[in-house]
């Protein structure tokens, strides 16, 4: 490559990584072509983007963007995105179903170093719809036990003047 060209795809990168909320550094060592194929789908479909560049080339332009990259050995692909969470599932549930590959080899998250076991953990996230719903139902609870409890009081209070009531017709 030229040089004019390596400015040209550090520049591009530098733009899509200003706009990214995670980084992830992977290896991907040992997938053919036909599984490298199937990842970037599933990552296209989560709108997270994949890119194999050369380390050098991606430290470059994780530096420019104002993240402060760590040094790259081997073959290395750049995982990045605004959801950091689908992201790191899609990367986990694609490692157990092809003999976990790619490895994840760490990352950055919200301008912070992560961690293989970091990512991993980051999986085992409920999605944000799910935390939502969770969220929901935990403040809908108190709400209905109050709701509950003063609809049992208007029944005691209705039951108390039925037997007022038939109470003075009696008598």
């Known amino acids: 490559m030229k040089r004019t060209e390596k400015e040209q795809l550090v520049s591009e990168l530098k733009d899509k990584l200003q706009g990214a909320k995670s980084l992830y550094y992977t290896d991907f060592t040992g997938l053919n072509v036909k599984r490298m194929t199937e990842l970037r ?39 990045f995105g605004t959801d950091p969470v689908a992201a790191a599932k899609v990367l986990t549930d694609f490692a157990k179903e092809n003999e976990q590959r790619p490895a994840v080899k760490g990352g950055m998250l919200e301008g912070k170093s992560v961690d293989a076991a970091q990512v991993k953990q980051l999986a085992s996230l409920p999605s944000r719809e799910q935390m939502l719903a969770d969220l929901g139902a935990g403040l809908q609870s108190p709400m209905a036990a109050f709701v509950g409890a003063l609809n049992g009081l208007l029944y005691m209070f209705a039951g108390a003047l039925d037997a007022l009531k038939s109470q003075r017709e009696g008598a």
């Open 41 to 79: 789908r599933r990552l296209k479909r989560a709108g997270i983007d994949y890119v194999v560049i050369k380390n050098t080339l991606a430290l470059r332009a994780v530096n420019e963007s104002g993240l402060v990259g760590e040094r790259l050995k081997g073959p290395t692909g750049l995982v």
